[in-house]
């Protein structure tokens, strides 16, 4: 059965780098997400990517924030300077059609230092 | 304000026995609810969804019933197994979003022998 995949699986990094995040989405899912999940809270959706481009982000997904599909497999997000608040569990998703079942990926723990 | 969100932070429930979650959220502009499982250090896990124009779905031991009137949602799991022990999350998709899901706070499920 085809799954999203996330590497890594956890990351530590110090407050003020840059993180890049990468995801492997269905192969023949159009719409692709990111969600995060912050230790012992609800899962917060950060944005929606379809046709190379951003569809709807969240208030969270600010400046700081890229999302990017650098070939015809991988979906990464990128945090350009990361903060202690950004540490959290991080979701990829993907859909075939926007109002299709979205799966998801394992999860990218990450940790800011 | 516009929210999904969980009656129940924690059930408890013996093997055998049916469960029932239930969900209230308050935007009557969503169109499709979701069930998703997480265990622990996972992803959320697809369980099943329902769109607005239905009041009742079944599944492999799950049944999802809708009620608009009162905006509430519930997950009934059949003969609960240890397996299902995990957080389960309702989420609502808003008619005009491009697949933004909107997730409640989450049911702690325990299955005890």
């Known amino acids: 059965e085809p799954e999203v995949t996330q590497t890594p699986s956890h990351q530590v990094t110090q407050m003020g780098q840059e993180v890049i995040l990468r995801c492997v989405p269905i192969s023949n899912h159009l719409y692709f997400y990111w969600y995060r999940q912050i230790l012992g809270q609800k899962v917060e959706f950060l944005v929606s990517f379809y046709n190379n481009e951003i569809s709807e982000k969240s208030e969270i997904f600010d400046d700081q924030f890229s999302v990017e599909r650098p070939d015809g497999s991988n979906f990464t997000l990128k945090i350009r300077s990361t903060k202690l608040e950004d540490s959290a569990m991080y979701f990829c998703a993907s859909s075939r059609d926007s109002g299709e079942t979205q799966y998801f990926g394992p999860g990218t723990r990450l940790l800011v230092l | 304000g516009e929210s999904v969100g969980l009656h129940l932070p924690t059930l408890s429930v013996q093997e055998g026995d049916n469960s029932i979650i239930n969900c209230a959220y308050s935007n009557s502009a969503s169109d499709y609810f979701i069930w998703y499982k997480q265990e622990s250090g996972k992803g959320p896990q697809f369980i099943i969804d329902?769109?607005?124009?239905?009041d009742k779905r079944q599944g492999q031991r799950v049944t999802v019933l809708l009620n608009k009137t009162v905006k509430h949602l519930s997950l009934q799991i059949a003969a609960t197994q240890p397996g299902d022990s995990a957080v389960y999350f309702c989420?609502?998709?808003?008619?005009?979003?491009?697949?933004?899901?909107?997730f409640g706070a989450g049911t702690q499920v325990v299955v005890t022998p």
């Open positions: 989420a609502e998709r808003k008619t005009d979003s491009w697949g933004k899901l909107q």
């Open positions: 329902i769109r607005s124009n239905m």
